[in-house]
């Protein structure tokens, strides 16, 4: 299994996760919150296409996350995947495709991946986290979410690699030019992750596996990738370098588990 990023914040968010097994190969593309033309060149960047999708996964209905995904899988035929409460904010189940609806914590299989969504506390319809794995490693995603509880905590332990959301310094956020309201959505318990905040999930999983760890959806305003780092590695005790930062326009290449 292997995975890399279209692009990470609040402008747009994909993430591709891969997995082979003998002659078989198996993408899925979480989240697309670019258009159609921009997650096309995207994925040509990193050596793939948009024909070649098994699925979309969707986490909810933001439009950094919705983007292009219905158009692309009508008009491609490619099968998506979301909650309920996603399908009925963002028209889905209306609309010319191939829908699949998810609860939390039933996984279900797309082609060599098991895929378990989770809930978890958003400003949203019915939002979702995802757990990959091919059957020997396990790759954790939790972006958008507004503070952690025992459920992320014991779903996303032992994985061997996770991408997870430092959005803001608090610091940052306290003294940019949001309005209170944006500040306080930012920064409430269905908003997003701080890097303290991100920091103390980290310490709360079982990190005996973890290989790769990536820093995402960092808010270009309010946060600087080497705060984010820092944080990380504090808990890591490891080298800041050590930790992946996935950026708005590049995102991060493929790594591999």
Same mark, same amino acid.
């Given at each position: 299994m292997r995975f890399a990023s279209l692009g990470s914040g609040s402008e747009g968010n994909a993430l591709l996760v891969e997995a082979q097994s003998g002659v078989t190969?198996? /993408?899925?593309?979480?989240?697309?919150?670019?258009?159609g033309k921009e997650v096309a060149r995207r994925l040509e960047r990193?050596?793939?296409?948009?024909?070649?999708?098994?699925? !979309?996964?969707?986490?909810?209905?933001?439009?950094? %996350?919705?983007?292009?995904?219905?158009?692309?899988? /009508?008009?491609?035929? !490619?099968?998506?995947y979301m909650s309920w409460g996603t399908a009925r904010a963002v028209g889905a189940d209306e609309a010319d495709v191939d829908l699949h609806v998810l609860w939390g914590d039933e996984a279900v299989t797309i082609g060599d991946l098991s895929v378990l969504p989770y809930t978890v506390p958003h400003d949203a319809r019915e939002p979702l986290q995802y !757990?990959?794995?091919? &059957?020997?490693?396990?790759?954790?995603?939790?972006?958008?979410? &507004?503070?952690?509880?025992? %459920? !992320?905590?014991?779903?996303?332990?032992?994985?061997?690699?996770?991408?997870?959301?430092?959005?803001?310094?608090?610091?940052?956020?306290?003294?940019? /030019?949001?309005?209170?309201?944006?500040k306080a959505r930012i920064g409430g318990n269905h908003g997003h992750l701080n890097n303290d905040a991100a920091a103390d999930i980290l310490a709360s999983l079982d990190r005996s596996k973890l290989r790769h760890l990536v820093a995402a959806h960092l808010s270009q305003q309010n946060n600087l990738p080497e705060l984010a780092q820092a944080a990380m590695a504090a808990v890591l005790g490891a080298a800041a370098t050590e930790v992946v930062v996935a950026t708005q326009s590049d995102g991060f290449g493929w790594l591999s588990l």
């Open positions: 190969t198996t /993408r899925i593309l979480l989240d697309c919150g670019f258009s990193l050596g793939s296409g948009v024909d070649e999708l098994d699925a !979309i996964l969707i986490t909810h209905e933001h439009s950094d %996350h919705i983007g292009s995904a219905l158009t692309l899988a /009508r008009k491609l035929s !490619i099968p998506l !757990i990959f794995s091919d &059957g020997a490693s396990r790759l954790g995603v939790l972006t958008d979410v &507004g503070t952690s509880t025992p %459920h !992320i905590s014991a779903v996303l332990s032992g994985c061997d690699a996770l991408v997870l959301e430092c959005n803001h310094d608090v610091q940052m956020l306290a003294g940019s /030019r949001y309005p209170p309201s944006l």
